[in-house]
């Protein structure tokens, strides 16, 4: 065994030891129960999606490109892409997907800059809007109904012609501790607009188990601060 791999295995014996001590921070064991319906939250977006709209660009979850870095940039999302990614140019009007509290504004705790909005919900989920182009005009208390503006899209890197898109995750709330699936939890026409884009490159096979996590639909929960759960040994693509 590799000494990476058994670093891996003597962190997932540790997380073993606390949770039996009662050590380990507490996770749901679901998903909060949603109020209305299996999906209750709308798109971030006013437009519908087109190439001159908008696009999914990477899925959540086992993503290839994800897979690539799970050891740096996805470390403590478990080795997933915790959200999906919305390609739109810069500028594009945000919208809120649901009613709900503003919780954070441009917090640095959870990456996704140069600016983000975190929206607490009432039916125990939040919603976090990242790479936002500039400061959004919401305030920490702020009560918002699904719709309304959060901001407008921005770059990760400041260019607007480099990789200008929307992050957006659903956690749970209040602890933003957990992320579940949007692709799962917003009502859209997903195998329409799964049909253009890249979506991450598809997603990483373990060849053990080649199915397993393959469907966009059918993806694991992240558990900030976690193991890694996607450290195959027989990966495909290959590990580079």
């Not at 014996?13 to 209750?40: C, E, H, K, M």
């Not at 999606?49 to 940039?73: H, K």
Request: aromatic share 10%.
């Amino acid at each position: 065994m590799s000494e990476r791999r058994l670093l891996r295995a003597g962190s997932a014996l540790l997380l073993s030891v606390g949770l039996s001590l009662g050590l380990a921070p507490d996770v749901p064991a679901a998903a909060p129960a949603a109020q209305t319906s299996d999906r209750p939250f709308s798109l971030p977006f006013a437009e519908p999606p087109g190439p001159d709209t908008w696009l999914l660009i990477q899925a959540y979850g086992n993503t290839v490109f994800a897979y690539r870095f799970r050891d740096t940039v996805y470390v403590d999302g478990q080795g997933l892409h915790f959200g999906i990614d919305l390609a739109a140019k810069c500028g594009t009007p945000v919208v809120a997907i649901g009613d709900g509290v503003v919780r954070e504004v441009d917090s640095g705790y959870h990456g996704a800059g140069p600016h983000n909005v975190m929206i607490d919900h009432p039916n125990g989920y939040a919603s976090f809007y990242g790479h936002l182009l500039a400061r959004s005009t919401l305030r920490i208390g702020q009560a918002v109904r699904q719709g309304d503006a959060v901001g407008t899209s921005g770059d990760p890197d400041l260019t607007c012609t480099s990789r200008p898109h929307l992050h957006l995750e659903i956690r749970d709330a209040p602890g933003h501790v957990i992320a579940y699936n949007p692709l799962t939890l917003i009502q859209a026409d997903w195998d329409r607009i799964l049909l253009a884009g890249t979506t991450g490159f598809g997603f990483e096979q373990d060849l053990t188990d080649p199915r397993r996590w393959t469907d966009p639909m059918d993806q694991p929960r992240t558990s900030f601060g976690y193991p890694l759960v996607n450290d195959f040994d027989a990966p495909w693509p290959p590990d580079w």
